[in-house]
């Protein structure tokens, strides 16, 4: 911001009279230094305003919030819900409970969303209830945003968030503000709480790559191959193209959204268990392998992945961060390994390194201040639980690991969460962040949850309190 063009001409003109005035012999040489002295302060006192001006107009431009009303929570009352939205176009909306306790706020970053879906505030939900409702229970405000765009804006989100909560404070004096999110809502609350500490109280991620982005990408991008491999007659047959790391027909993408792609493959799966042990054997993909059904979703889960997602990573990194061609990967675990290795598709494409190098931006760091708990099923077949060890690397090479801790959940499936651990991380949460107990209500959980409740809190240092 540049200083109104007044102050450069008192500026100016200060310093022409400083050279001059003692050049003057109509006045004694006190009084010309008198003068002199008189004039720069007045220039000093002139410029000192302008530059008030200025601080000012630069403080305003940097307000995040849009909201101009002037309607406040304590002259509303409770419940209180406010839906707006953000400078760059997110929706959001703000709810407090009339049983608020007065402290807590949970800002909600959700999971990634369709490209080309209407641009609504997420309705996430644990065990059939809302996760708004959730927290709203729990006696604490809720606040969530659809983000500014629904394809894989990382850093986006990542200001949009920062945006929600300072339209959060605009209506409510929180005494805490907590972040939480799953899957890549998981990734953002993490990268927020790194990039921007102090403005969180603490913040909950559950079952995201926090660990490696890349080596995530290796992974989907090796199921892609494999599946390519192992279905390549039945493909050709149903005259479908899954394309492959480096890219999908947009057709394609189109297709699986209506649902048509989604039965054809499913169709494709059935009779073909042989070739489904080979590809989760060969990557390998964690899988409840007792269970047909739950197998046979984990694959159509993965194919989600790489069908709809491929083409927004590529996008966001510029190019493809998948190489399986050098240093050659080699897979085993199939009935003919020789054969596998030798025509399964290569590929490394010419902007490699500059996706790989673009990548990093979208990396954690391990360098938190803010505390922070992460909650992970152990058999997660989308994003790995090889993620907790690495990030746990990083926090430890950052000597942040008492702001850190982990729950490992004994489970097959992506965020197969219960409430009851959700809670018990939010407990957790709350005991790291403000030395207090997190208090709920009896009847929040039936009377064997609220004993898992408590086991699960307690392991994690929290002693929470259940009242009538």
């Known amino acids: ?157 990542v200001k949009d968030i920062v945006e929600l909560r300072d339209s959060v404070l605009y209506y409510i004096s929180a005494q805490y503000i907590f972040l939480a999110g799953p899957s890549e809502g998981g ?84 009779g073909n268990e042989n070739k489904i042990a080979q590809i989760l054997s060969c990557v390998p993909v964690p899988a409840d392998r007792n269970d047909p059904a739950a197998v046979g979703k984990t694959i159509m889960d993965l194919l989600h992945l790489v069908i709809t997602k491929t083409n927004e990573m590529n996008s966001l990194l510029e190019g493809c961060a998948y190489n399986n061609q050098w240093p050659r990967r080699w897979y085993f675990g199939s009935k003919k390994d020789w054969q596998l290795n030798r025509s399964v598709q290569r590929i490394k494409t010419e902007d490699f390194e500059q996706a790989k190098n673009k990548l990093g931006y979208y990396e954690t760091t391990g360098t938190i201040e803010d505390p922070l708990i992460t909650i992970h099923t152990t058999g997660d077949p989308l994003v790995l639980y090889w993620h907790q060890t690495i990030f746990r690397s990083k926090i430890f090479k950052n000597r942040a690991t008492g702001h850190h801790s982990h729950m490992a959940i004994a489970r097959y499936g992506h965020c197969k969460l219960e409430e009851y651990e959700i809670l018990a991380g939010l407990a957790a949460l709350v005991n790291k962040a403000t030395n207090h107990e997190l208090v709920i209500h009896k009847g929040l959980l039936n009377s064997e949850e609220e004993l898992l409740f408590i086991q699960k809190a307690t392991e994690q240092g929290a002693s929470p309190v259940i009242i009538p």
Request: aromatic residues 12%; charged residues 20%.
């Open 187 to 270: 990734l953002v609350t993490v990268l927020t709480l790194e990039r921007y500490p102090d403005l969180f109280s603490g913040g909950l991620a559950a079952c995201c790559p926090v660990g490696s982005l890349y080596r995530q990408i290796q992974y989907l991008g090796d199921f892609h191959v494999l599946f390519n491999w192992f279905f390549a007659d039945e493909l050709e047959e149903a005259s479908i193209d899954p394309g492959n790391p480096s890219g999908v027909p947009e057709q394609t993408v189109l297709t699986w959204k209506n649902g048509d792609l989604r039965n054809r493959l499913a169709g494709m799966l059935a």
């Open 1 to 157: 911001m540049t200083k109104p063009f007044g102050c450069f001409i008192v500026y100016i003109l200060g310093w022409g009279i400083f050279i001059i005035l003692p050049k003057m012999k109509f006045l004694s040489g006190l009084s010309r230094y008198a003068a002199v002295i008189i004039i720069m302060l007045s220039s000093v006192i002139v410029l000192n305003s302008c530059e008030s001006v200025q601080k000012d107009q630069e403080t305003g431009s940097e307000d995040h919030s849009l909201l101009k009303s002037t309607v406040h929570l304590h002259e509303t009352g409770l419940p209180f819900e406010y839906e707006g939205r953000l400078s760059r176009g997110g929706l959001f909306e703000i709810t407090v409970p009339e049983n608020w306790d007065g402290k807590n706020i949970l800002i909600y970053a959700h999971d990634h969303v369709y490209p080309g879906k209407i641009m609504n505030v997420p309705h996430d939900s644990v065990d059939g209830r809302s996760v708004k409702e959730f927290v709203n229970a729990l006696g604490w405000g809720f606040a969530a945003s659809s983000y500014s765009v629904p394809e894989m804006a990382i850093n986006q989100a």
